[in-house]
């Protein structure tokens, strides 16, 4: 068995079981067709995901370097099990035993995810375009509404992140964008560690690709 | 004042008869409907009372005051007329009394934290139910048969009768006491969803027991008939539920002639559905909350919006006034002469109440949290053990035991007041500072911004898509399906003009009528527009508005004076988020727009780009 050999991310170790990396792995075969690697075109083959407004992110997310862990950036062009195990161990659960400062670096890993998504050029900001980007595709499964309301909410969105992060402007200021601290500051509220999880409990669910 | 004046009696002479009554008495004939409006002021006015000293409903818990009062009342009765004062009527409480309550929770519900849990909520609720129903019977029956007691008559199917009635968690007990004391939503969900679907085991548990006490052989077959009717119970009234629920958002459709009869269209499905359930002896409760459950989404979006603020009010109304009721009658039937007392079997019952409680969370939680991706921590399971209060629900059933088949039915009666004031009063007021010793979390009442809305919305794509590619059908896959099927067939059947709405937009439009309102009224409408979007649809950054307006918008913004139209979930019900004046609000929407393009023109600076922050 080719993965076998393959060594497991060392965060990964904490806390699956090796069931769970054998679905996963069932699942990798099935994306890859028996490949070793994946690359952007197997991801057509999920038919739900086809629904999703952001699905081009979701999909860019697989490749982002930054994500994989690796030094360099940009996006890779393919990606093997370990990769895919990699961007897997972002969604796992918090366990019990877990001390303030793992939690604390577990909360950031995921917020970073979710930062890289949003940062589509890679420079460590969030402008307002690439926010604009944002709203836009996900709203872009509504019809009815015109690109107008997308920018507007958007801006009414930069301007409250502003004003959270930055507080009083001087006249010459100006707000780059969202920085990554910046962006911890906004879902300082929100407990993500207990949302942003991924049951691959379940050997048997397997939704199949075309 | 037209009433029938006294006949003029058959008097010996004319000169005798009794001339006309200038001034009557009449009180029978109005005796009724007097009573039950003096008691609802009553109760009102108690209720004013104790607000006036405002310390006192964060210390003690409105039920504790209002059984008080009762109590009070009951004792002036009692020796006034020496005479028991009138008991609360088992019907009443069913059949007027309890449906608004539970309407009410149901209607509010905040469904998608509900589903997340139903796991959970209907293991506690079925399994937990059991446990304690089962395990106080048969403990009762062990403490029954020590003869020094004086109780050896009480029978095992009475103990586990008496078991089956008193381990119910009582909604409204859990809704008033928790109301105050603003503990995470989850784990109010657990509590509360808990109390409501338990209802449909102790139905059949109450109806199997009772009927085995009369049958005189118990076969094996009637076991089974018993779990069968279980399920019946609980799927019949749900579907039931949700059959009216349909109905009614369907009738809701076609009524925007006539506005004012659209909230009476929602109290009248759903109470039918709880007294259809009833007839059949399925459960009212489940029903009731299945109805309003599946309603709140489509009447929301047809009726007006003048319509829903009198649903909501009027909804919050009669809980308010039923649930003070409640509290009332059960202090007045308390005192008289219906108790028996016996040291033994008051204590035990109490004492077996709280072990077997504890015990059965604490047992359940170790096997449901395998289930569960987020395990429930030793302090949800001390809150949850500890948050569970008996109420009116165990105290109308122990009043329809029949006598006959119950000859000890007073000790009965002793012994589950004795536990419902204990919980109501002891867990009722020590459960807040406990709450806080014990550093639970706490609901977050911040308003969510549009940023927020955005990022969650985000993060549940993220999520979806998370799911579908490692092919796992968790929750996310269930709802975005139930979604689908939801905007495909359900949403065209039963809403008038439908238009898919993001929460995203609705959200924004809403902060943007607030934002403009508070403009106007600070006198800000004519001057230059928010520059932000102008400048930079250019330069792609964001440059800083004058001082004054950035003041003024993050004023606004911090100060999260966003109402959002039923989204956020109310569960205190003394107050409700105003509602914006949406006409006014369109008018300043307007007269912006113009300024705008007035001012547009006027600084000539820009290509005739339209100004991005406006909108339709």
Same mark, same amino acid.
């Given at each position: 068995?080719?993965?076998?050999?393959?060594?497991?991310?060392?965060?990964?170790?904490?806390?699956?079981?090796?069931?769970?990396?054998?679905?996963?792995?069932? $699942?990798?075969?099935?994306?890859?067709?028996?490949?070793?690697?994946?690359?952007?075109?197997?991801?057509?083959?999920?038919?739900?995901?086809?629904?999703?407004?952001?699905?081009?992110?979701? !999909?860019?997310?697989?490749?982002?370097?930054?994500?994989?862990?690796?030094?360099?950036?940009?996006?890779?062009?393919?990606?093997?099990?370990?990769?895919?195990?990699?961007?897997?161990?972002?969604? $796992?659960?918090?366990?019990?035993?877990?001390?303030?400062?793992?939690?604390?670096?577990?909360?950031?890993?995921?917020? +970073?995810?979710?930062?890289?998504?949003?940062?589509?050029?890679?420079?460590?900001?969030?402008?307002?375009?690439?926010?604009?980007?944002? !709203?836009?595709?996900?709203?872009?499964?509504?019809?009815?509404?015109?690109?107008?309301?997308?920018?507007?909410?958007?801006?009414?969105?930069?301007?409250?992140?502003?004003?959270?992060?930055?507080?009083?402007?001087?006249?010459?200021?100006?707000? %780059?964008?969202?920085?990554? %601290?910046?962006?911890?500051?906004?879902?300082?509220?929100?407990?993500?560690?207990? #949302?942003?999880?991924?049951?691959?409990?379940?050997?048997?669910?397997?939704?199949?690709?075309? | 004042?037209?009433?029938?004046?006294?006949?003029?009696? /058959?008097?010996?002479?004319?000169?005798?008869?009794?001339?006309?009554?200038?001034?009557?008495?009449?009180?029978?004939?109005?005796?009724?409907?007097?009573?039950?409006?003096?008691?609802?002021?009553?109760?009102?006015?108690?209720?004013? @009372?104790?607000?006036?000293?405002?310390?006192?409903?964060?210390?003690?818990?409105?039920?504790?005051?209002?059984?008080?009062?009762?109590?009070?009342? @009951?004792?002036?009765?009692?020796?006034?007329?020496?005479?028991?004062?009138?008991?609360?009527?088992?019907?009443?409480?069913?059949?007027?009394?309890?449906?608004?309550?539970?309407?009410?929770?149901?209607?509010?519900?905040?469904?998608?934290?509900?589903?997340?849990?139903?796991?959970?909520?209907?293991?506690?609720?079925?399994?937990?139910?059991?446990?304690?129903?089962?395990?106080?019977?048969?403990?009762?029956?062990?403490?029954?048969?020590?003869?020094?007691?004086?109780?050896?008559?009480?029978?095992?199917?009475?103990?586990?009768?008496?078991? &089956?009635?008193?381990?119910?968690?009582?909604?409204?007990?859990?809704?008033?006491?928790?109301?105050?004391?603003?503990? *995470?939503?989850?784990?109010?969900?657990?509590?509360?969803?808990? &109390?409501?679907?338990?209802?449909?085991?102790?139905?059949?548990?109450?109806?199997?027991?009772?009927?085995?006490?009369?049958?005189?052989?118990? +076969?094996?077959?009637?076991?089974?008939?018993?779990?069968?009717?279980?399920?019946? !119970?609980?799927?019949?009234?749900?579907?039931?539920?949700?059959?009216?629920?349909?109905?009614?958002?369907?009738?809701?459709?076609?009524?925007?002639?006539?506005?004012?009869?659209?909230?009476?269209?929602?109290?009248?499905?759903?109470?039918?559905?709880?007294?259809?359930?009833?007839?059949?002896?399925?459960?009212?409760?489940?029903?009731?909350?299945?109805?309003?459950?599946?309603?709140? #989404?489509?009447?929301?979006?047809?009726?007006?919006?003048?319509?829903?603020?009198?649903?909501?009010?009027?909804?919050?109304?009669?809980?308010?006034?039923?649930?003070?009721?409640?509290?009332?009658?059960? @202090?007045?039937?308390?005192?008289?002469?219906?108790?028996?007392?016996?040291?033994?079997?008051?204590?035990?019952?109490?004492?077996?109440?709280?072990?077997?409680?504890?015990?059965?969370?604490?047992?359940?939680?170790?096997?449901?949290?395998?289930?569960?991706?987020?395990?429930?921590?030793? +302090?949800?399971?001390?809150?949850?053990?500890?948050?569970?209060?008996?109420?009116?629900?165990?105290?109308?059933?122990?009043?329809?035991?029949?006598?006959?088949?119950?000859?000890?039915?007073?000790?009965?009666?002793?012994?589950?007041?004795?536990?419902?004031?204990?919980?109501?009063?002891?867990?009722?007021?020590?459960?807040?500072?406990?709450?806080?010793?014990?550093?639970?979390?706490?609901?977050?009442?911040?308003?969510?911004?549009?940023?927020?809305?955005?990022?969650?919305?985000?993060?549940?794509? !993220?999520?979806?898509?998370?799911?579908?590619?490692?092919?796992?059908?968790?929750?996310?896959?269930?709802?975005?399906?139930?979604? #689908?099927?939801? *905007?495909?067939?359900?949403?065209?059947?039963?809403?008038?003009?439908?238009?898919?709405?993001?929460?995203?937009? &609705?959200?924004?439009?809403?902060?943007?009528?607030?934002?403009?309102?508070?403009?106007?009224? &600070?006198?800000?409408?004519?001057?230059? /527009?928010?520059?932000?979007?102008?400048?930079?649809?250019?330069?792609?950054?964001? +440059?800083?508005?004058?001082?004054?307006?950035?003041? *003024?918008?993050?004023?606004?913004?911090?100060?999260?004076?966003?109402?959002?139209?039923?989204?956020?979930?109310?569960?205190?019900?003394?107050?409700?988020?105003?509602?914006?004046?949406?006409?006014?609000?369109? %008018?300043?929407?307007?007269?912006?727009?113009?300024?705008?393009?007035?001012?547009?023109?006027?600084?000539?600076?820009?290509?005739?780009?339209?100004?991005?922050?406006?909108?339709?």
């Amino acid at each position: 068995v080719p993965w076998a050999s393959a060594p497991v991310p060392s965060l990964f170790s904490l806390a699956v079981t090796s069931e769970q990396i054998e679905h996963l792995h069932r $699942r990798f075969k099935q994306l890859s067709q028996d490949q070793l690697t994946i690359r952007k075109e197997n991801f057509d083959s999920i038919p739900d995901l086809e629904f999703n407004p952001i699905r081009g992110k979701i !999909v860019h997310a697989f490749f982002d370097k930054r994500n994989l862990r690796q030094e360099s950036d940009g996006l890779a062009d393919e990606i093997n099990f370990e990769d895919f195990l990699t961007i897997m161990s972002y969604f $796992r659960p918090i366990e019990m035993n877990m001390d303030e400062e793992q939690l604390d670096r577990f909360r950031k890993e995921k917020l +970073k995810f979710l930062f890289h998504m949003y940062d589509s050029d890679h420079d460590g900001k969030i402008t307002l375009q690439e926010y604009r980007n944002v !709203v836009e595709e996900l709203l872009s499964g509504n019809p009815h509404l015109e690109k107008e309301s997308a920018r507007s909410i958007a801006d009414g969105a930069m301007m409250e992140a502003a004003s959270i992060c930055v507080g009083q402007m001087g006249p010459d200021q100006v707000y %780059e964008g969202i920085t990554f %601290e910046d962006f911890l500051k906004m879902w300082q509220g929100i407990d993500i560690e207990t #949302k942003m999880h991924v049951r691959f409990l379940n050997v048997d669910t397997i939704a199949h690709c075309y | 004042a037209m009433g029938t004046g006294t006949p003029p009696s /058959p008097s010996g002479t004319a000169f005798e008869e009794t001339r006309l009554h200038v001034f009557t008495l009449d009180y029978p004939h109005v005796q009724i409907p007097f009573e039950i409006t003096l008691w609802i002021l009553l109760a009102s006015l108690a209720k004013i @009372g104790f607000h006036l000293y405002h310390k006192l409903p964060s210390i003690v818990p409105e039920s504790c005051l209002l059984i008080l009062v009762g109590l009070l009342l @009951g004792g002036i009765i009692f020796g006034a007329e020496e005479k028991s004062p009138p008991v609360m009527n088992s019907d009443v409480f069913f059949l007027y009394l309890l449906p608004p309550i539970v309407l009410d929770a149901g209607y509010f519900m905040p469904t998608r934290l509900f589903f997340e849990n139903f796991g959970t909520i209907f293991w506690y609720a079925v399994v937990g139910t059991l446990w304690n129903a089962i395990g106080i019977g048969i403990s009762l029956y062990g403490i029954c048969q020590i003869s020094a007691f004086g109780l050896t008559d009480i029978t095992l199917l009475q103990n586990l009768l008496f078991g &089956s009635l008193i381990s119910a968690v009582d909604p409204v007990a859990v809704l008033a006491v928790f109301e105050n004391i603003h503990v *995470n939503e989850q784990l109010y969900i657990l509590v509360f969803g808990e &109390s409501l679907l338990n209802d449909a085991i102790t139905v059949v548990l109450y109806n199997l027991f009772k009927s085995f006490c009369q049958m005189r052989t118990i +076969k094996v077959i009637d076991i089974f008939a018993g779990i069968a009717n279980f399920f019946i !119970v609980g799927i019949g009234g749900v579907l039931i539920g949700i059959l009216l629920g349909f109905v009614a958002a369907f009738t809701t459709r076609f009524t925007h002639k006539i506005r004012v009869i659209e909230p009476l269209f929602v109290f009248l499905y759903s109470y039918l559905s709880y007294i259809t359930a009833e007839m059949f002896h399925l459960s009212g409760i489940m029903a009731i909350t299945a109805c309003a459950m599946t309603m709140n #989404k489509y009447v929301e979006e047809n009726v007006s919006q003048k319509s829903y603020t009198t649903i909501k009010y009027f909804m919050k109304m009669l809980s308010s006034v039923s649930e003070t009721l409640i509290f009332i009658f059960m @202090g007045v039937s308390t005192v008289g002469k219906n108790h028996e007392w016996n040291w033994a079997f008051v204590s035990f019952t109490l004492l077996f109440c709280l072990i077997w409680r504890a015990l059965g969370v604490f047992v359940l939680t170790q096997i449901i949290n395998v289930f569960r991706t987020i395990p429930l921590t030793f +302090k949800d399971q001390f809150i949850i053990a500890y948050g569970g209060l008996r109420g009116a629900i165990c105290f109308s059933l122990v009043f329809l035991l029949p006598p006959a088949v119950f000859p000890r039915k007073k000790l009965f009666i002793t012994a589950v007041i004795v536990v419902i004031f204990f919980t109501v009063f002891i867990q009722g007021i020590t459960i807040r500072p406990l709450v806080e010793f014990l550093d639970v979390k706490r609901s977050n009442k911040k308003q969510p911004a549009v940023s927020e809305e955005i990022y969650n919305r985000f993060f549940d794509h !993220v999520k979806t898509g998370i799911e579908d590619v490692c092919g796992h059908w968790g929750h996310n896959f269930w709802r975005d399906k139930f979604k #689908k099927f939801d *905007n495909k067939y359900l949403r065209r059947l039963l809403i008038r003009e439908n238009q898919p709405k993001s929460s995203i937009v &609705s959200l924004y439009k809403k902060l943007e009528i607030k934002h403009a309102i508070e403009m106007a009224e &600070s006198g800000m409408i004519s001057k230059v /527009p928010s520059s932000v979007s102008l400048s930079d649809y250019h330069e792609g950054k964001i +440059k800083p508005l004058s001082p004054t307006e950035m003041e *003024n918008m993050r004023e606004i913004l911090t100060k999260n004076l966003y109402q959002i139209r039923h989204r956020t979930m109310s569960y205190n019900r003394h107050s409700l988020a105003a509602d914006a004046n949406e006409k006014q609000a369109k %008018e300043i929407l307007i007269r912006r727009r113009h300024s705008l393009r007035e001012s547009l023109r006027k600084t000539n600076s820009l290509s005739r780009e339209r100004p991005v922050l406006a909108f339709c």
